[in-house]
């Protein structure tokens, strides 16, 4: 049991720096960062559900494994889809313009590490899904079924979130506006927060009493390291940075009145 969890993360491991590659060939080819966020999401999918599907020896796939590999790929085609879209309309990525703009000549050396480093960093993401796909219990249970609506509440309030701050922003009575309307009244960041809250999925279905799966607590790896990333890391910190730099003021009475994180209506 151990070297078959052993295996198949060193497997996704090495799957998603090779994926991870693709996004940096990408970057460099087309001078639009934008691209990284794109080819992570559909890399994270491809190898979450493929790990989903990893069959144990002399077992067939699960119902479980099926649930989740869908629900991965449902996750992963509608945010792939929309950061896609997003940065067909754009030239650069103003997070990653700005880390460029600071490496100077060096950037795509470091550029490929700091997508290496991104890579390692998924793997505790791919794994919670691996480790919640092969709880060794025949048939789905109660909490299987609720650990797929926390996935599909978290992919539909990220979508909300998403139209609805496009919808702002394609108004032109918005322009130089900070969007502080629906979802984005009630957190600076809504779309982050359904993000991470979606991982939560993974611990619900993997944490099983009574069954002695330990392997399941490693589940609780996906949304404790997203919501670092999303808090502390890649999502909030430079965001908010580009955004006091573009709205200034404005932003700033936006962060006094709004919660970051977590939803509170006002």
Known sequence: MVWFFLSALAAMAVALAILMTGAWLVQQRTGNSGWVDTVWTFSLGLVGA??????????PIAPRQWLIA????????????????????????PRYAAFAKEWGADSPRRMFVFLQNQAFGSIP???????????PVAGLRAQDYLGALILLTGIAGEALADAQLKAFRTDPANKGKVCDVGLWAWSRHPNYFFE????????????????GYGWGWFALLGPVFMYWILVHVTGIPPLEEQMLRSRGDAYRAYQSRTRKFFPLPQ
């Open 50 to 59: 493929v790990g989903a599907l990893w069959p144990m020896a002399g077992e």
């Open 70 to 93: 869908a629900l991965v790929v449902i996750w992963s085609l509608r945010l792939g889809t929309h950061i896609a879209v997003r940065t067909a309309g754009i030239t650069d990525d």
């Open 125 to 135: 993401l791919v794994f919670s899904i691996f480790v919640a796909a092969h709880v």
């Open 196 to 211: 991470w809250f979606g991982w939560l999925a993974y611990p619900v279905i993997a944490i099983s009493a009574g069954y």
